[in-house]
Every structure is written in structure tokens, then in C-alpha cells.
């Protein structure tokens, strides 16, 4: 049957079967393979995206955690801020509550300020030491101002130490 046809028909011949065999296979295989690597390369992009993504989330929690610490914890009702700062300081036998004033609110760029007076009595040693508590472990509101003063009581005969402690919360305004 193909006696009948020369060694360059033959040749020319079997070129264009090749030609179309490899266009049929780059249609069929190596073209959906392509793609399918193009696609596996975007979805790595993606995925690393996302888990820069989740690494600036974690980042920026843990700023706002650090900015709460700063700051005094946000969205606490003054109430709450004022009966946590109490229940503190009823934690050490040491010292007493001499005095709670009223809680102050004020309104400044942007921003709703609560602040909370407190004045402890006691000896230094103990007053230092709840200072120092306030400052490192109350996350409610943050310690703003410390102020050592005595206080004659006229009635015992004696100078009394006491020591004010001003506390802050804010919030941003609606």
C-alpha cells in the first residue's frame, strides 16, 4: 500500500501526523498542565497572603492589647471602672480606703475621659507597695498620678501619710 509513494512523501507525510499528534497533545495535556501550575502558583500566593494577613492581625492585637495597658482598658462602664479600682484595694490589709471621690468626666479631642480619685491611708512601705500593684497588675484603668501627702489628725494628735491616686479610662467619642 504505501509502496506506491516515495521516501520523501513518506517523510513529509509522517512530519505533519507528527505536527498534528503534538498539537493534539499540547491542546490535550501539556496546555491543561500549564494552567493547572499557573493556577497552583496563584493559590500560593494567596495563601501566603493570607497568612501574612493573619500574622499583621496577630500584630495588631497584641498592639491594642499593649495600647489597653497604656491606656486603661476601653468600652468599661465608669461604674465598673470605679468598683474594680475599690475591690483592688481591698485586697491588701495593710492600708485603708480613706477617701473615693466622684468620678470626673471631661470630653477632649475626640476623645471622653472618666477619671477616678482614690486616697489610701497607711505607712509608705504599704502604700508603696499597692502603688506598685496598680501600676503593674490593674488593667481596668490605667494609673495616671501618685501624690504622697500627710494629713494632721487633730483629734489623735498625729500626721497621717495618705497617698491620691488618679486614675484614667478613655474613650473615643460617637
Not at 491606656?71 to 484595694?89: C, M, N, R, T, Y
Not at 477619671?115 to 490605667?142: C, H, M, P, R, W
Not at 500626721?159 to 484614667?168: A, Y
Amino acid at each position: 500500500m504505501f509502496e506506491r509513494y516515495s521516501y520523501k512523501q513518506k517523510l513529509i507525510a509522517l512530519s505533519i501526523v507528527l505536527v498534528l499528534l503534538l498539537i493534539t497533545a499540547n491542546k490535550r495535556s501539556f496546555k491543561v498542565t500549564a494552567q493547572a501550575y499557573q493556577q497552583l502558583q496563584e493559590v500560593r500566593g494567596q495563601l501566603e497572603f493570607m497568612r501574612m494577613s493573619g500574622q499583621g492581625s496577630m500584630d495588631l492585637q497584641r498592639q491594642l492589647e499593649r495600647y489597653d495597658r497604656v491606656i486603661g482598658k476601653q468600652h468599661v462602664d465608669p461604674g465598673v471602672a470605679q468598683q474594680s479600682i475599690l475591690d483592688f484595694a481591698t485586697n491588701y490589709d495593710d492600708v485603708s480606703i480613706a477617701e473615693l471621690k466622684e468620678t470626673h468626666f471631661s470630653q477632649t479631642k475626640g476623645f471622653d475621659v472618666v477619671t477616678n480619685q482614690l486616697i489610701l491611708q497607711g505607712d509608705y512601705s504599704s502604700l508603696s507597695q499597692v502603688v506598685y500593684a496598680y501600676e503593674k497588675s490593674f488593667d481596668v484603668s490605667s494609673l495616671v498620678g501618685i501624690q504622697y501627702f500627710t494629713e494632721k489628725n487633730f483629734n489623735k494628735r498625729t500626721k497621717e501619710l495618705k497617698v491620691l491616686l488618679i486614675f484614667q479610662n478613655y474613650e473615643k467619642n460617637k
